[in-house]
């Protein structure tokens, strides 16, 4: 095999692992990938940068699809060392349209309308409660 006709199937071996590699990156399963039709409607993330990051999510969904609700937790960003929740309410019902960064997180009247509530805290530790309050 001469030295031109290697460097001709070595290329075409790059550009296919290349284009394998772009296409599997971009078809990577996502929140919209789920049933429930998700929507977030308020979100809260501290301006530290230096400490733990807090993240809260008000979500509304047409279901109680536990199982998609858990993995809509997953798929949130999480920081190493910071905290992540998220509070899935009825988009039948009335949601929170502002969150906040300390317990309560959201409106009191809006707790007895909250389905669950998923979160990942600062060790990574995950916990799903349905009907939290």
């Known amino acids: 095999m001469s030295g031109q006709k290697l460097k001709y199937i070595l290329a ?14 971009f078809s990577q ?6 049933n429930g039709d998700f929507k977030e409607v308020a979100f809260y ?26 993995q809509y937790g997953n798929f949130m960003p999480h920081t190493k060392y910071g905290n992540t929740q998220v509070y899935f309410f009825s988009d ?3 949601a929170p349209k502002q969150v906040n960064g300390t317990a309560p997180y959201f409106e009191e009247s809006f707790k007895t309308l909250c389905l669950a509530r998923y979160e990942k805290d600062s060790m990574g530790k ?7 309050y």
């Open 12 to 25: 075409a071996i790059a550009a296919v692992l290349i284009i394998w590699f772009i296409s599997d990156s």
């Open 29 to 34: 399963p996502g929140v919209n990938d789920l």
């Open 45 to 70: 993330r501290n301006e530290n940068n230096t400490g733990p990051i807090i993240r809260v999510y008000a979500v509304t969904v047409n279901d109680t699809l536990w199982q998609e609700m858990e």
């Open 92 to 94: 039948k019902n009335p």
């Open 126 to 132: 995950i916990s799903f409660l349905k009907k939290p």
